[in-house]
């Protein structure tokens, strides 16, 4: 099996790695050879987590720069920062709620302007699907379920070789009970958005 | 019942190689585990507190790396299993203890964990704990990844115990933070208790004893290098005439590269597993077999230079390279695009890099550094100092934890770090050398872990600085796991004492002491300054626990607070303070309500008593 390679990065707090959980569970369910890799910088302190994740036949848990097939931002600006592993041919999933860093608050950083990165995004890649996962999230109950919505674009785009029904499945087994509604919510809204998005 | 004590042989588990290090100690039969936390090996002992509830395995956090070691010494020289487990630099702590246990051996298997740190995610250097077996004369292992990582523990005691020596299991955190499906095996009933026989004259390391210990060692030391070389962790891959030899995770991204390549054909691989010592005849007989030979190991030159030792012994010329300024580096890690890379210059292999997107046109992005807390009772501490001291020239030296973060502005607090403890050793040297007021940090752990010998130091030597001692009640760095002065009835465990830190710090000698509550500011920057004006050693006891625990326990907090009409554009709060709740909408500044903790400092200093708390804390 071809190796295909997923990178997700978030803000520390935005559910990353239980969306890595659910990868890697569903693809141990399926039978899919499945490697993954974390770095969380001080997550629960504001920094940026990062996980890898690596599909079929490879042995290496971590992804060089240019080589991830799909990047899965879960807040604009960090999408931009990780596009040095991005290439041509790669889809990039985006959520577009912006979530400042204290930099711009203090005035030494200017966040980037969101129509300008999806535009840069956009051409220099195959493919971004980019909407708004906060919204959503409300939408299926729990703010917090931002991961799930991303999850379900990402499934959605058939990018990586895990099945809509199996992901489901690994969010009602894996997943606290009391979330299972809003998260199983959050991943068919994900997953309709990026589909209405082709 | 916690995952790891699964008692289901062959069935598949995704696993963190950190939980996958755990679950081999268990399917070994590790009856004691001992640690002092620290990333990247954390998650290790996290899971082994957690299985000590529900199981017969006994489990400490320990005060310290060197004391965790003597613990775990004690007990596998009275027969029982037992595993220690640190991150690189805690094996710096633990060094003194480990060095002579090398002499003394084990009865019991004892397999010592350090988990490296390439690139420094979460460390203060990236020294290569290879070189501890060689100076300790203790056999290594290294996996290559979470399943073997496993399955080599198990081999790793019974080594241990064949050898009668304790052994180093080396990992670097891209095996520690890595997660893999990995198939678990059975699980060993441990024997929790054994005997201790007395021995002295091979117990007792006085230098008649440890004459005759050594040579035991180098003995010992002859038996293992048989082992290695038959060692099923040291393999050769393939039949092609250009060598590699490789070890840990850098063997990933060889295999890889080489498929990549598509050089199968042409390499023969060299798998160390069993890295010290290195198995001589194997390594010779490869070198014979090749052409030319590339060593790919992230960090020092550990293996390189030994395998050159080796190609002089037997008169080979062959080029041999690793670390080189057109190929690997000795900094920071690898990954499998570098190693192809190298791979391709190396053997002169037609290879086009694969090119990533353009970047040069993409706007500049705001850093997104970690900062303290929103209601970190750290940044409350600091201010307060910060006030306390105006108009004072200082030197602020900090040590390891989460307030090393108060070196950043604008709370720009901590001037000097180099290793745990170091706030306060480092205090007297500035204070002796300098007229400028010293004012160190060192937080409740790190104070238990290595703060006090230099605090006795300083009062004996007649030092003159102020200590704060920065108490929240937790390790909270490396995700608040206990130390000696945590109130653990109050965390429903039982069985544990508690040491108080004033207590301590009276009885060293300090005499001058005083407590904090750093929320009340002003009452802080008064007391801390007159703590500065004293001559002699002051210290200052910060309490509040940490906001983060606290959420964490679902222990009621203060109410958020808002910012009022009153606000007429100052902005101390975020210059001052830089708390993480505060944003700013149409140019006037805000609090976000989900974080605020409502510690109320920035309400304390506001100089238009704009803020105000949430009557309700519904928003």
């Not at chain 1, 770095?39 to 629960?44: K, L, P, R, T």
């Not at chain 1, 290496?60 to 920062?81: C, K, M, W």
């Not at chain 1, 894996?174 to 809003?182: D, G, I």
């Not at chain 2, 306060?424 to 006090?452: E, L, P, Q, R, Y």
Request: hydrophobic fraction near 40%; charged fraction near 20%; aromatic fraction near 8%.
């Amino acid at each position: 099996m071809k190796p295909t390679r997923l990178i997700l990065v978030a803000v520390g707090g935005q559910g990353n790695l239980l969306s890595s959980k659910v990868i890697g569970e569903s693809a141990l369910l399926a039978g899919v050879p499945v490697r993954m890799s974390e770095i969380h910088g001080m997550a629960q302190r504001g920094g940026v987590v990062e996980s890898s994740i690596v599909f079929g036949d490879a042995k290496s848990t971590i992804i060089s720069d240019g080589e991830a097939d799909v990047l899965v931002g879960f807040e604009p600006s960090e999408t931009l920062r990780a596009l040095n592993k991005c290439n041509s041919r790669t889809v990039v999933i985006s959520n577009l709620a912006r979530m400042s860093p204290f930099t711009v608050t203090v005035g030494s950083g200017i966040y980037p302007d969101l129509k300008n990165l999806q535009s840069l995004i956009r051409a220099k890649t195959a493919n971004l699907i980019a909407f708004n996962a906060e919204v959503l999230a409300r939408e299926a109950g729990n703010v917090l379920s931002v991961n799930m919505v991303l999850l379900g674009a990402l499934i959605q785009t058939g990018k990586i070789p895990l099945a809509r029904e199996t992901v489901k499945e690994v969010i009602k087994t894996k997943t606290k009970k009391a979330f299972l509604e809003s998260n199983l919510k959050a991943f068919e809204l994900g997953f309709s958005t990026a589909n209405s998005m082709v | 019942m916690h995952k790891l004590l699964t008692r289901q042989p062959g069935l598949k588990m995704l696993l963190l190689g950190n939980e996958a290090i755990a679950r081999g100690g268990l399917e070994a039969g590790v009856a004691v585990a001992t640690t002092y936390p620290g990333t990247p090996s954390s998650e290790i002992s996290l899971n082994f507190f957690q299985i000590s509830q529900e199981s017969e395995l006994y489990f400490e956090y320990s005060t310290n790396e060197k004391v965790a070691l003597e613990v775990a010494a004690a007990t596998a020289n009275s027969g029982v299993r037992s595993m220690c487990v640190m991150k690189h630099v805690g094996m710096n702590v633990a060094a003194d203890a480990l060095l002579t246990l090398a002499y003394v051996g084990v009865k019991g298997g004892l397999v010592i964990v350090t988990a490296d740190d390439p690139f420094m995610f979460s460390s203060q250097n990236e020294q290569d704990n290879r070189y501890y077996s060689k100076l300790s004369g203790l056999p290594m292992l290294e996996p290559s990844s979470a399943q073997e990582a496993k399955d080599m523990m198990v081999d790793a005691f019974d080594l241990s115990e064949q050898l009668q020596l304790p052994v180093i299991f080396r990992t670097t955190t891209r095996i520690n933070h890595s997660t893999e499906i990995v198939s678990l095996g059975d699980l060993r009933e441990p024997k929790t208790k054994g005997d201790f026989k007395k021995d002295p004259f091979n117990y007792v390391t006085v230098p008649a004893v440890s004459r005759n210990l050594h040579a035991k060692l180098l003995e010992k030391l002859d038996k293992a290098e048989k082992i290695s070389e038959n060692s099923e962790y040291n393999i050769i891959y393939g039949e092609g005439d250009w060598g590699i030899i490789c070890n840990g995770v850098s063997c990933n991204y060889v295999f890889d590269a080489v498929k990549d390549l598509d050089i199968e054909n042409s390499v023969r691989i060299l798998r160390i597993g069993f890295s010290h010592p290195l198995p001589r005849v194997l390594i010779q007989d490869f070198l014979k077999t090749c052409e030319k030979v590339l060593i790919v190991e992230e960090g020092e030159p550990f293996m390189e230079e030994t395998v050159k030792a080796f190609a002089q012994e037997e008169g080979l010329t062959l080029s041999i390279k690793g670390k080189d300024d057109a190929l690997f580096s000795r900094l920071f890690e690898y990954n499998p695009a570098l190693v192809r890379e190298c791979l391709a210059a190396y053997f002169g292999v037609d290879y086009t890099p694969r090119t990533g997107v353009d970047l040069s046109d993409i706007p500049e992005i705001p850093q997104r550094p970690p900062s303290l807390c929103a209601g970190c009772s750290h940044r409350a501490t600091f201010y307060s100092v910060q006030k306390a001291a105006k108009g004072m020239e200082t030197i602020c030296p900090t040590d390891i934890g989460c307030y090393t973060l108060g070196f950043m502005p604008p709370l720009s607090t901590g001037d000097f770090l180099i290793c745990m403890g170091s706030s306060v050793g480092t205090s007297c040297g500035f204070s002796k050398a300098t007229n400028k007021k010293v004012i160190s940090f060192i937080g409740d752990s790190t104070f238990f872990h290595t703060g006090i010998p230099g605090l006795i130091n300083a009062v004996f030597n007649n030092h003159n600085f102020t200590l704060v001692i920065l108490d929240n009640g937790i390790t909270a760095m490396t995700g608040h796991q206990p130390h000696p002065g945590v109130d653990m009835k109050a965390l429903n465990f039982e069985g544990y004492a508690r040491v108080s830190i004033e207590d301590i710090v009276k009885a060293v000698g300090v005499k001058h002491v005083s407590i904090i509550r750093p929320y009340r500011v002003k009452k802080s920057v008064d007391t801390i300054k007159e703590a500065l004006m004293y001559k002699g050693v002051s210290v200052i006891i910060s309490q509040e626990p940490c906001t983060l625990f606290t959420k964490a326990l679902k222990k009621p907090r203060g109410k958020p607070f808002f910012v009022s009409e009153k606000y007429k554009g100052h902005r101390d709060c975020i210059n001052d303070l830089a708390c993480p709740a505060f944003f700013i909408k149409k140019n006037r500044v805000n609090i976000d309500p989900v974080l605020c903790s409502g510690c109320s400092i920035c309400a304390q200093i506001c100089p238009e008593h704009a803020i105000l708390p949430l009557k309700d804390k519904a928003v």
